[in-house]
């Protein structure tokens, strides 16, 4: 645990000096994942790292916090958000049921509702739509599917993604959830970089981001400095 909390703390650090306005924790390192279901939950130890790396990391670095329980444990998330205080939580599949690589993921956004409310949690919840590494079962209406998600499932703002890690969300899709949703938040998961920042960026009210900014542009390499302030640079403030 100290050589992961080694690392984190150290690519927490380089994203700060980058400028970057916040910090996601997750357990990226953990595949293949739990399902994160009510019946299979990650197991105690996730969420427990989960929360010392977080709690380390804000302390550290003074910014902001978003927790991401993998690969939809939302009520593990919502636990470590209420322990450290976080701005953020994701939750991959919080309406709908999709096929993944753990296997059929459904939506439990009435139980991470009511775990809200006990918890007398303000933190923003940000919900996956289309969510990469996944297919929804059933074909569906994108616009009537995106409504229903900023209308009925209890979210705060929705994410966008690639299909998979990496990989950038299509201009054209953007476009049309964004018709569908009006001003409810979008939020950019996957696939930003500094070529794209220009028709991607000015579209979307936040980027969660991390392989452009990885050395070589490898998901699980460290924070290159370097690449973390170009695409700061290209993702103005305002």
């Known amino acids: 645990m100290q050589v992961v909390l080694a690392a984190a703390l150290a690519d927490a650090k380089t994203f700060a000096e980058a400028g970057f306005d916040g910090l996601v924790i997750e357990n990226f390192g953990d595949a293949p994942f739990r399902r994160g279901t009510v ?3 990650v197991t105690p130890d996730v969420a427990a790292a989960i ?3 977080a709690d380390r990391i804000k302390t550290s670095t003074g910014l902001p916090v978003a927790i991401n329980c993998l690969r939809n444990d939302g009520i593990a998330a919502l636990g470590v958000a209420a322990a450290v205080s976080a701005q953020w939580v994701r939750v991959n599949v919080l309406t709908g049921a999709y096929v ?4 059929i993921i459904a939506g439990e956004s009435a139980r991470l509702a009511a775990y ?4 007398h949690l303000d933190t923003t919840l940000l919900a996956d739509f289309m969510v990469k590494h996944a297919k929804p079962m ?9 409504r229903d998600l900023a209308e009925r499932s209890g979210a705060d703002g929705m994410v966008l993604s690639g299909s998979r890690t990496g990989q950038p969300v299509d201009v054209a899709l953007f476009d049309t959830v964004r018709a569908a949703v009006g001003d409810f938040p979008i939020w950019i998961g996957s696939g930003l970089d500094p070529d794209n920042a220009k028709d991607l960026w000015p579209r979307c009210d936040g980027a969660i981001v991390g392989t452009w900014c990885k050395q ?4 699980s390499n460290p924070v290159d400095g370097g690449r973390a302030a170009i695409l700061r ?3 103005p403030a305002g």
């Open 138 to 146: 059933v074909d569906f209406d994108l616009a009537t599917g995106a």
């Open 216 to 219: 070589d542009g490898k998901s």
């Open 116 to 119: 809200r409310r006990q918890l």
């Open 100 to 103: 993944t690589d753990q296997g």
């Open 51 to 53: 929360a010392v790396a």
């Open 233 to 235: 640079a290209a993702c």
């Open 39 to 41: 019946d299979d939950p």
